[in-house]
């Protein structure tokens, strides 16, 4: 099974160990939007906040229950930013939902296009 985990979170880990929070960012797989068919960009914004909170709940509670706490959500890029203990790192990637974990970083332009 592939890692969630980004290269860059491991090296965090195996550098600085497995003590102390950490700030998270949580990528959740995208909902298909041909799930739902709404009629219009209203309906289809509104229902897809909607799979985002679903999707979010059990992993917001799972993320409370190891001591941590959510300091953020996206519903736009399927995200969520979260404080975690980093020994507890793994009860957060065992859920189907989660894509991909990662530390923050500033977002940078792709000018390969």
């Given amino acids: 099974m592939e890692s969630k985990m ?8 195996r550098g600085k160990g497995e003590s102390g929070l950490l700030d ?4 959740l797989h995208q909902s298909d939007p041909e ?8 309906e289809n914004i509104a229902a897809l906040k909607e799979t ?3 999707n979010v709940a059990r ?6 229950r190891i001591g941590g706490e959510v300091t953020g959500r996206a519903w736009i890029n399927q995200t969520i ?6 020994d507890k790192i793994d009860q957060i990637s065992s859920h189907d939902e989660v894509a ?5 970083h ?3 332009r792709d000018f390969s296009k």
Avoid: C
């Fill in 6 to 13: 980004s290269e860059q979170l491991t090296e965090h880990l």
């Fill in 106 to 108: 500033t977002l940078e």
């Fill in 24 to 27: 998270l960012i949580v990528e």
């Fill in 81 to 86: 930013r979260v404080r975690v203990p980093a």
């Fill in 52 to 54: 985002f909170r679903r």
């Fill in 35 to 42: 799930a739902t068919a709404p009629q219009s960009q209203t």
């Fill in 100 to 104: 991909k974990i990662d530390l923050p």
């Fill in 59 to 64: 992993l917001e509670e799972t993320v409370r």
